[in-house]
């Protein structure tokens, strides 16, 4: 299964409502705002560091590069992606499911 | 792979129709099929044709309108959500069509994958 | 209910939809528009399952009065439901504590199970839908 | 006393416009005056005639355009945001205007209060 | 003062946004998703009643009663209000600032 | 920009606007239909005030490429706010810190204000506006 989250962790629960449903081992992927929370310096970072552990987790590289962030400034053990890789995802992990 | 698209909101005011948008072009590029594009909630007001957005920005529902002409895409705008919402046939952009929520479960029960894009 | 519309077609198909309900009645339309798709599915005859939970646990919650925001309730429909065979709902232990809420003040019956097992059941499905 | 009331978001998507009413129907029976209801980003779409929801359901751009003409009330759509979304003329529902975002500051300008109801 | 809030405790951030910005002494109406702040039970209770010793807040009725509770399960604290209230308040706290 | 019109009279009063931006940029509109409104303001000579807390402050992150997801940047557009003599622009100190950004990060100069200053600031506005 492949989650997705769109959402700010600060301003919403939807990253928080993923992780705390998404069995060990599940994919998630972060694009428009929830790009935020895999950046280096947010204070979510250790959070979002141990979902990493636990976690596949990617991030969508259009919408970090959009918001003034690179590469460089994504959390160790999250891969970028971009909607080439969005779309392997999707394909590759079977069922979809969109944290709204 | 078979892939069905759902877009919850309405365009301009969340990014949800521009992701959809994306992932729709990056799955036809990589020869997928997209079974069918369906618009609910706000998202009804994507095939609101009367849309001019500044001339310097994109147009979300021209692009749609484009992309189905390119890929004989289906793109089906749920009746009840439009007609609450006051999309009507006289307002759609080419390459839609209203039609009933069951389009939505058919595609869920006929494609491979369906991707939810909203708020 | 408009919009509904009878399948023209069997496919033989039967996968598992879910609903994942996680947001509040009335501040937004969610709730409502989710619980049309309900209805249809069950009309293409798919192996129906409702979750709820964060702050959709208070979807079901009884002893809604709208009169006084010129809303109407939709309480009804989800009592309904039975009568479309539409019988998995699913509610989320934790959420419903965290809101101080139990499965008494639910308006219809649910089954109450925490948060892994949620986990589990989410991942099993064949199609999440949410709003 | 003199208000001012925004409106964010479309009718029945959200509660905002459904609050905003409820509010401008109460401020209206204390003999408050209801300066202008401006209607920006989604809010636009509170405009738009052809809403057509269940007979069960109250008609969110119906309520607007009574309570207009009840009371006078100057209902401006933001003309940017509604071009945007494709909210024009010939779509308005009756007490409905289109004109410019400085008829949101003014109405800051002039009303004693300037009350915000978004998502 | 007059601060809104219309949205979940639970869901968004929008109550926390406003507390930490509230002056001491100002006014807090809790409406729409926002009124479940307000009900005894939930968990931002203690939170929610400390806020409540700092500012003068207030729920709107009407979306309490739509919602499934009822005055009784209202915070101490926490005045009750309709939408003859919330225009009073409106007219007497001055600027109005929703946090949205 | 549309929507722009000269105010059709000297209404004489100068009131204290306050935009507050909390919300981030791209995945919805508010930051930039927000920024519509401030600029429309400073037509009227208003005393304009704009306020970045929590997500906001990521409304004016330098680097913004929008190339890859189709939608134009407005960062110009702040950058162009001091021409339109908006120079009123505060940030919260500890919504900086929350997302791990310093001043540096930021196209524009603004005064960077504590919670408590903020709090202040926005108490002595006549009028605030949000999105």
């Known amino acids: 299964m492949l989650h997705t989250v769109n959402k700010s962790p600060f301003e919403r629960n939807a990253l928080d409502a993923c992780l705390a449903r998404a069995v060990k081992g599940s994919a998630i992927l972060l694009y428009e705002d929830a ?50 890789g969005f779309v392997d995802l999707v394909a590759e992990l079977g069922t979809v499911n969109a944290w709204l | 792979m078979k892939f069905g698209i759902l877009v919850n909101e309405g365009p301009y005011n969340h990014q949800a129709s521009d992701s959809a948008y994306m992932f729709a072009k990056a799955a036809l590029a990589k020869g997928h099929e997209i079974y069918r594009v369906f618009f609910y909630y706000d998202g009804v007001n994507n095939a609101n044709k009367l849309s001019e957005p500044p001339s310097d920005d994109r147009n979300v529902i021209k692009r749609w309108s484009e992309l189905a002409k390119e890929h004989k895409l289906d793109l089906v705008v749920c009746v009840a959500a439009a007609l609450r919402r006051g999309i009507k046939d006289e307002l759609l952009a080419e390459g839609f069509r209203i039609s009933g929520l069951g389009q939505l479960i058919e595609s869920g029960i006929q494609c491979d994958r369906q991707v939810v894009f909203g708020d | 209910m408009p919009g509904i519309d009878e399948p023209d077609y069997d496919s033989g198909v039967v996968k598992k939809f879910m609903y994942v309900n996680r947001k509040a009645p009335f501040g ?60 998995k709902l699913y509610v989320e232990k934790e959420s419903l504590e965290e809101r101080g809420l139990t499965a008494d003040d639910l308006v219809v019956p649910v089954e109450v199970i925490d948060r892994a097992a949620m986990a589990e059941l989410i991942d099993s499905m064949d199609v999440v839908l949410s709003g």
Not at chain 1, 69 to 84: A, K, R
Not at chain 3, 61 to 84: C, H, V, W
């Open chain 3, 28 to 87: 937004t339309i969610y709730a409502l528009e989710v619980l049309e798709m309900v209805l249809i599915s069950a009309a293409f005859e798919q192996d129906v399952h409702l979750a709820f939970v964060d702050d959709g646990v208070y979807q079901i919650k009884k002893g809604q009065d709208t009169k006084g925001i010129g809303m109407k309730s939709f309480l009804p429909t989800y009592r309904a439901l039975e009568g479309y065979d539409i019988e």
């Open chain 1, 35 to 84: 790009v935020y929370a895999a950046t280096k310096g947010a204070s979510t970072a250790q959070r979002v560091g141990q979902a990493a552990k636990d976690h596949k987790v990617y991030v969508l590289g259009p919408d970090l590069l959009a918001r003034g962030f690179n590469e460089g400034q994504v959390l160790d053990g999250i891969t970028v992606v971009d909607y080439d």
